[in-house]
């Protein structure tokens, strides 16, 4: 005997589901090491140490790996903010609670628990780029070690005049080589221009990284959330389905040469002439008034 309610779900979405795990629930989520804030289709996530310039704790990248994760599965956020409470984006890793440890594990000969941390960290990234929502780092003042990574695994970057990003590791006796930076920097603003950040550490000013490319708008430090929620909120109202496909061929052609490219560009835009948005945009178009998308 079957049974069927007139509020099911369509067959497509039910059978989606069923191969879904139980994760976050993104509506009522409420993390321990950061703050989360659900607009719309919009997320806002808050780094909120700001007596401290929000560094990371072990905890708190774990955290955030995880929820990087589980926004795979999360239909109903579009877009995401990233920024940091209190003027600042992110100092980094916290000096007593990471750094400190670290150097205890180097101390004891703890390779394992070395080698466990850093690619617990380039799972946070990974995460970032795997998960199909654009991100959008709202940057102001400090944006320096692990921070700056944030920063560079976005999709996107606004920031201030008086923001300082700094790829600091050199500083404290460690490699630029830090969570995909030696591949992802020279791919944002250059290999020579990338190479002097990481070898020296220093730090570039908000002008500086526009000009470089490293950020993509100057804005007022008291407008700079605003303007970049509302360019999530543009994302998230545009062809979602799309967008996800644009920054997944964006991470994976890093590694293709041309030809492959731009045959996996057929593929996917191929995919994509199937959706409904596609079809929803032509209609417009020959309506003379503006799309409607929905993400399908």
Partial sequence: MSTTTGAAKSQPE???????PLRINFADFKPRHFVWQLDGKVATLTLNRPERKNPLTLESYAELRDTFRDLVYADDV??????????????????????????????KGDM???????????????AMRACPQ?????????????????????????????SKTAFLFVRVGLAGADMGACNMLPRIVGSGRAAELLYTGRAMDGDEAERWGFLNRLCEP????GEAQSLARSLADGPTFAHAMTKRCMHEEWSMGVDEAIEAEAQAQAICMQTKDYERAYEAFVNKRKPVFQGN
Avoid: W
Wanted: hydrophobic share 45%; charged share 15%; net charge positive.
């Fill in 78 to 107: 579009k877009s995401i903010v990233i920024a940091g409470a209190g003027g600042n984006f992110c100092s980094g890793g916290d000096v007593h609670e990471i750094i400190g440890p670290l150097v205890e594990m180097q101390r």
């Fill in 222 to 225: 008291n407008a700079l959330l």
């Fill in 14 to 20: 039910a059978t989606a589901q069923r191969f879904r």
């Fill in 112 to 126: 394992g628990g070395l080698l466990g941390f850093t690619r617990m960290t380039g799972d946070l990234v990974k």
């Fill in 134 to 162: 654009p991100i959008v780092a709202a940057i102001d003042g400090v944006c320096a070690g692990a921070g700056a990574i944030l920063a560079m695994a976005s999709d996107l970057r606004y920031g201030t005049a008086r």
